[in-house]
Structure formats: C-alpha cells, structure tokens
C-alpha cells in the first residue's frame, strides 16, 4: 500500500466518523420544575436574572406558545419520558389526595381513573418505551440526574433506559433514591449536585468517543423554598423598598438565579470540551409557576400550577444547536410535551419501534428551518385532580376537566357539572372574557373533536362515586 493511498484511507475514516458524529448529535435535555412562562428575564420578566438561560434563548429558537401537557409534575413528565397525551401513560396525578379528604370525596359526583399501579408502586409503566431507550437503542449513552417522580424499582430511572440515573429530591438536605449508599456533603444544594454528575458524565461520554444524552431534570424551582443565602441576600439588597415584590418572590428570584447558575455550568463544560457543534441542548420547565403572594411568574397569565388556564400549563421551551438551529429565532406554533420525544429522535435520526404510539408531532424541521407550522388540528389535556372542595362556594379548587385548544379557541370540560367555557386565545390569552354563548358553532366542533380523541387514546369514562351525598339519586 502506497503511503498516498494509506493517507486517503485516514481521510475517509476521519469522514465517516465525523459524519456518524453529524447524525448522531449529543443531547442535553433540561427540565426546570414549576417554572413559570414568566420566571425568566429573556422571556420578559425584568425583575429575574437569569442571563446563562438567556444566551441559550439568543443562540437558538425559543417558543411564544409553550405548554405543558398537565399542569402537575407527575402526569407532565411521564408525557415527556412517553411521548403520550395523559389517558394513553395512565399517570394521571402527583397523588390521589381526595381519598384522605372525606369533605372532597363525598361531594365527587364521579371517582377519576387509578394512577398506573404495579405490584412495584405508582409510576410509568415499563413496558413504554422512554425517549431514553429509543436513544440507547440507538448508539447512546444515556444518564439521568435530578427529579424522576415516575416510580421506584422496576419504574425507577436505572430501569428505563438510562445507563447511568441518580433520583434526587429536595434542595438543602435532599434525599437520593438509590438502593446503592451514595455519599453527598450535608452543605451541598442539590442542582449543583447532579450538575457536577452531569458534566463528569459528559466527560466521559466524549472520552468513550461516545454520542450521549444526559437528562437534567432539576427539583428548582420546586418548593420547599430554600435559596442560597448568598442569592437571597442579593435580591433583598437589589429590590429593598420595591412593594411589588414579596418575600416569596424574592425567594424566587434566587432559587432562578440557582438553577440559571447551573445551566450556565453545563454549557461552560460543553464549550471547555469542543462539542458545542454537536451538542442539542433543550430547556423546558415540566409545568406553570405555583402561585406566590405577588403572583410575579406567571403574569400576565390567569391561573397557575394546578390549573389548565394558560398559568398553570404554558412554559418556556429553547432549543439550541448551533449551526442548525437558527439563532435568536422564534416559533409561535403551539408545542406539547408530547412533541419533545419524537422532536428528538428526528434531530438524533433515531429509529422509533414503529408499533410504539406517538401522540407528539415531530417538531424539527420548524427548528431546522424547513417549515413554518405545525401539522396537528388540536392539543388536549385531561386533568384529573380533585382538590379541596368547598362547601361555602359549591366547588372544587380543581376537579375533573378535559381541555382542546384549536385554532387558538380553547373549550374546557368540566366533568363534574357536564359544562362547557370557551376563550378565544387569538383575542383573549388572559382569558377574561367567556364566549361559549357567542361561538356555538365552534362548541360543537370542539366537542366532536373531543370525543373523537377520547376514543382515539383509550379514555377512562367516568365512572359513579359510591360515596357521593347524592349517590342515590343518579
């Protein structure tokens, strides 16, 4: 062999292995928790700081029409890790919390549907394939750190398509789920935690000369609210006198500035090792803001965690990868949960088991550049969250609801009373004003494409609660 054509045979090999890297970029999926649309400086709250999340948004596309696909943690990260709508993953709530509550239950005209139960506990199913296991089936790497909330042991993170996976819960003092004694400083909050076992991971991934994807579903801003003492201190200092802003917000704003320190730690170890050309990250929050006494996150949105008004389930969404991914652009399509799952096998070029079903839309050519809209008619929720009734008023904090958005009219079923409300987003995204009366046309179809997605994903109907005061009477 001439040493001419031994060069030639180097020069294909280094091709081929740059263009399997091409076709296989790293994935870094960040997931805040109970971050609201309005808890970032980039998307227009002036009081946050937030500038690591920022420069993502100015180096790659964010989304105006953000939603999460419930408007609690459990039932919306399993629609994440699924890619399917509520009734298909069957994790249906955080916890079945009217059982404990006699007042709530005995005015439930109907019992919602059971949480997914094994003989393990309550969780994800393993039998559904988790975006993790497609992408290792695929040629990843794939490890987990931070909030799981989907089920221990056999539903445990280590059991469903990650190589590497820690559960952590908790800020100060937290808690790792593991059945291996893992040690932790008693001092070290919890998002710098995992972040430290996020970049080792990232940095032996690059070492294995390896495509990985790591998932880093941080517990900020979750409460308990625990800030550093440093941040808090910062805020109270720069916003003394301000009586716009409470000592919960406050506590906010730090808890942000915590987690925006992360990512920031996260991208710096991409940059440190040469891969941010092939390296996807995605910052996603998993559901609205809960509610604080100056309601700061989010505003101007009515509603908030635990709610399907646009508070409680529109999100902040930013994709990144350079030279794909058209900075400082900007979708105003709807995107879902649902769509992150195949919307990263299309960017990784990762084979999906064609019998596994999607309820998401593929959402990369719009980051790609190659088209504009989105393809589906609708997107749905239901919720199914019996809270706290009360008697003075005749009513639920939360009940039963199924929710439509189409054509940016969005109807909301109350389960419990048989009723309808309509608003007309285009006109209204606060949702002030109810139109149900004026658009009876647009009821009926709404319906009708209601149900016909009922019977499309399996829908539980409900069923007659037997400890309802008026039980009888039914």
Request: no cysteine.
């Given at each position: 062999m001439t040493k001419k054509l031994w060069y030639i045979l180097i020069l294909l090999c280094f091709l081929n292995s740059f263009a399997q890297v091409q076709e296989k970029p790293n994935v870094v999926f960040i997931i805040a928790d109970d971050l609201g649309i309005n808890a970032l400086h980039a998307y227009g709250n002036e009081f946050v700081e937030s500038p690591n999340i920022d420069q993502l948004f100015a180096e790659g596309m964010h989304f105006t029409n953000g939603y999460s696909s419930d408007p609690t943690c459990a039932p919306s990260r399993a629609s994440i890790m699924s890619g399917q709508y509520v009734p298909r993953h069957k994790v249906y709530r955080v916890?079945?919390?009217?059982?404990?509550?006699?007042?709530?239950?005995?005015?439930?005209?109907?019992?919602?549907?059971e949480v997914n139960r094994s003989s393990d506990g309550k969780g994800l199913s393993p039998e559904k394939i988790t975006i993790a296991e497609v992408l290792d089936q695929n040629g990843y790497l794939t490890a987990g750190f931070g909030k799981?909330?989907?089920?221990?042991?056999?539903?445990?993170?280590?059991?469903?398509?990650?190589?590497?996976?820690?559960?952590?819960?908790?800020?100060?003092?937290?808690?790792?789920?593991?059945?291996?004694?893992?040690?932790?400083?008693?001092?070290?909050?919890?998002?710098?935690?995992?972040?430290e076992k996020g970049i080792?991971?990232?940095?032996?991934?690059?070492?294995?000369?390896?495509?990985?994807?790591?998932?880093?579903p941080y517990y900020l801003v979750h409460k308990p609210l625990e800030p550093k003492p440093e941040y808090l201190q910062h805020f109270q200092k720069k916003y003394d006198g301000n009586k716009e802003l409470s000592k919960e917000d406050l506590a906010v704003l730090a808890m942000i500035k915590s987690l925006d320190e992360n990512v920031g730690q996260l991208t710096k170890a991409i940059q440190d090792l040469n891969i941010e050309k092939e390296t996807?990250?995605?910052?996603?929050?998993?559901?609205?803001?809960?509610?604080?006494?100056?309601?700061?996150?989010?505003?101007?949105?009515?509603?908030?965690?635990?709610?399907?008004?646009?508070?409680?389930?529109?999100?902040?969404?930013?994709?990144?990868?350079?030279?794909?991914?058209?900075?400082?652009?900007?979708?105003?399509?709807?995107?879902?949960?649902?769509?992150?799952?195949?919307t990263i096998a299309g960017l990784t070029n990762s084979q999906i088991d064609e019998d596994y079903i999607l309820d998401g839309e593929n959402l990369s050519p719009i980051l790609l550049g190659e088209a504009e809209e989105a393809k589906r008619e609708a997107l749905i929720w239901e919720y199914t969250n019996y809270a706290r009734?009360?008697?003075?008023?005749?009513?639920?904090?939360?009940?039963?609801?199924?929710?439509?958005?189409?054509?940016?009219?969005?109807?909301?079923?109350?389960v419990e009373k048989g009723k309808y409300q309509l608003y007309n987003l285009n006109k209204?995204?606060?949702?002030?004003?109810?139109?149900?009366?004026?658009y009876p046309e647009i009821i009926e179809d709404l319906k009708n494409s209601l149900e016909a997605w009922k019977m499309e994903t399996g829908y539980e109907k409900p069923s007659l609660n037997k400890a309802f005061k008026n039980y009888n009477r039914n």
């Open positions: 916890a079945d919390r009217y059982k404990d509550d006699p007042k709530t239950i005995k005015n439930m005209k109907f019992l919602p549907p799981w909330h989907l089920g221990r042991k056999s539903m445990a993170m280590e059991n469903q398509g990650f190589d590497e996976a820690l559960e952590v819960t908790g800020h100060y003092n937290f808690k790792i789920h593991s059945e291996t004694t893992i040690e932790k400083p008693d001092s070290l909050y919890s998002s710098d935690f995992i972040t080792d991971f990232m940095k032996k991934s690059v070492e294995d000369q390896q495509p990985f994807f790591l998932y880093m996807i990250v995605i910052f996603v929050s998993d559901n609205g803001h809960y509610k604080t006494d100056g309601e700061l996150f989010n505003r101007p949105y009515r509603g908030y965690k635990g709610q399907t008004f646009e508070g409680g389930i529109r999100v902040p969404y930013i994709f990144k990868w350079p030279g794909k991914i058209a900075e400082n652009s900007k979708s105003e399509q709807p995107i879902i949960h649902v769509d992150l799952y195949p009734y009360n008697e003075n008023l005749d009513k639920f904090a939360s009940s039963w609801v199924n929710v439509i958005q189409k054509d940016g009219f969005k109807m909301t079923e109350d209204d995204p606060y949702e002030e004003e109810e139109v149900s009366e004026k």
